[in-house]
């Protein structure tokens, strides 16, 4: 995201963050599966002015039914007649609904397309084709995780109205009380385990670091439990972040196994932004670890993602830069939509300077950063050593071969990879599990 990684962005081949939507499997308004049902059915006919008569400004102004044909054609040459399609995921993300489908064809193999769509204008808002979505698959534990040495405990974040779902996991091994860390998840309505495909990022540290004697608490956002009643007009970082992350680090120090000294806030993308503020409302703590913190504006960093990808047209680069412009200067009227959210949500993260934040902690900062980042690139985690200059004890650890997921990869990076099962690199819970024993010794 960007100021938040992992932002939904417009057009038919520009939908990075959608197309890794399937993070959370909650079900979408019922207005997407018709959407997503209509949009098939006259692509299928043949009739691209129906297939884009529900596209919102952006999607028009990017995808014309002449540009739509012309895609569609390009992939479906040898595929032969459109023979039907099926509703596989359904989920929401960033504010809107979102419906992934498996198209069939009478010759060539089957194709996947994702459709987003605005709960509050019934308007589509996001269209991506893709190779068929991968069959949900249920979570595995990495190699690193060793059951015997932790336990799982369902545990409840919050009071009502917003009681959240949680999952705290307890060293078995040895005498507590044992040093605990809260995770924060990146933007959006992600579950607990910030399942993003078939990955599973915050299953994966939970079960790691727990696995070497930490206590670990992760929780499903409010913006997944609760979004469909939620005001998204109105939301702010506090909705979404800080009241919640409040509720579960007092849950950590209610609970006799965790030494009450040793508490620590890890976040990852914009749930690491967000955390020195966090770790502020609830001080003390013990440090932070930041994954992937983001550092620049909003608009500049989504239009850097869509040129690195070099999938959208040179209109939808061009009214993308505009749009970015306008939401990075504070110009756009705050009820505007951009990526998801009212202008007035980026407008409330721009005006919390967590750099600064992070300096009144005086707690030691471990900041880490994957070489194949595209979302989170260089320029952010240099925004943070800059401001975090003369800080004691601040430590960054840089991953060449890790994503925005930290999980290994080559070559060029892409969206798409971001469907391929694989687990958080074990380089990652060993940084982390040595920050925690030592913050220190950096």
Same mark, same amino acid.
């Given at each position: 995201?960007?100021?938040?990684?992992? *932002?939904?962005s417009r057009g038919i081949a520009a939908a990075f963050v959608l197309a890794i939507a399937v993070s959370s499997f909650v079900r979408a308004a019922a207005v997407a599966d018709s959407r997503c049902d209509e949009l098939?059915? $006259?692509?299928?006919?043949?009739?691209?002015? &129906? &297939? +884009? $008569?529900?596209f919102d400004s952006s999607m028009k102004a990017g995808l014309s039914p002449e540009k739509l044909r012309s895609t569609w054609q390009g992939l479906t040459t040898n595929a032969g007649k459109l023979l039907g399609s099926e509703i596989t995921t359904r989920t929401a993300k960033n504010g809107e609904d979102v419906v992934i489908a498996t198209l069939k064809f009478e010759h060539g193999p089957d194709m996947g397309v994702l459709v987003a769509v605005n709960p509050q204008s019934g308007e589509v808002s996001g269209l991506y084709f893709m190779p068929s979505p991968p069959a949900i698959q249920k979570p595995t534990s990495p190699p690193y995780a060793q059951a015997d040495k932790f336990r799982s405990e369902t545990v409840s974040v919050g009071s009502p109205p917003f009681v959240l779902p949680g999952t705290l996991t307890i060293p078995t091994t040895g005498t507590g009380p044992w040093p605990a860390v809260l995770l924060l998840g990146g933007s959006g309505p992600n579950d607990q385990d910030e399942s993003i495909g078939p990955n599973h990022i915050f299953k994966d540290i939970a079960e790691g670091l727990s696995s070497r004697g930490i206590v670990v608490l992760r929780y499903s956002k409010r913006t997944l439990v609760y979004g469909k009643t939620m005001d998204v007009q109105h939301i702010t970082i506090k909705e979404e972040y800080l009241d919640d992350a409040t509720a579960a680090v007092n849950l950590l120090r209610s609970r006799k196994e965790v030494a009450q000294d040793r508490i620590f806030i890890a976040g990852h993308s914009l749930g690491a932004t967000i955390a020195p503020e966090? $770790?502020? *409302?609830?001080?003390?703590?013990?440090?932070?670890?930041?994954?992937?913190? +983001?550092? *620049?504006?909003?608009?500049?960093a989504i239009v850097q993602q869509m040129r690195f990808l070099g999938e959208a047209s040179h209109e939808q680069l061009d009214e993308l830069e505009r749009k970015a412009n306008e939401l990075d200067n504070h110009l756009m009227p705050p009820t505007e939509n951009f990526m998801g959210a009212p202008a007035s949500y980026w407008y409330d993260l721009d005006a919390r300077d967590e750099v600064a934040l992070a300096r009144q902690l005086k707690v030691p900062i471990l900041i880490l950063h994957g070489g194949r980042d595209y979302q989170v690139i260089d320029?952010?985690?240099?925004?943070?050593?800059?401001?975090?200059?003369?800080?004691?004890?601040?430590?960054?650890?840089?991953?060449?071969a890790l994503n925005h997921l930290f999980i290994a990869g080559t070559g060029k990076p892409n969206n798409q990879e971001y469907l391929v099962p694989g687990h958080v690199d074990q380089q990652v819970i060993d940084a982390m599990a040595a920050f925690i024993g030592n913050p220190l010794a950096n």
């Open positions: 995201m960007i100021k938040q990684a992992g *932002r939904c098939v059915k $006259a692509l299928g006919a043949g009739d691209f002015s &129906a &297939a +884009t $008569a529900h966090v $770790a502020l *409302r609830v001080a003390p703590v013990q440090g932070l670890i930041l994954l992937a913190p +983001t550092g *620049r504006k909003t608009g500049a320029k952010d985690i240099e925004h943070w050593q800059e401001g975090l200059k003369g800080v004691a004890h601040v430590h960054v650890d840089d991953f060449p």
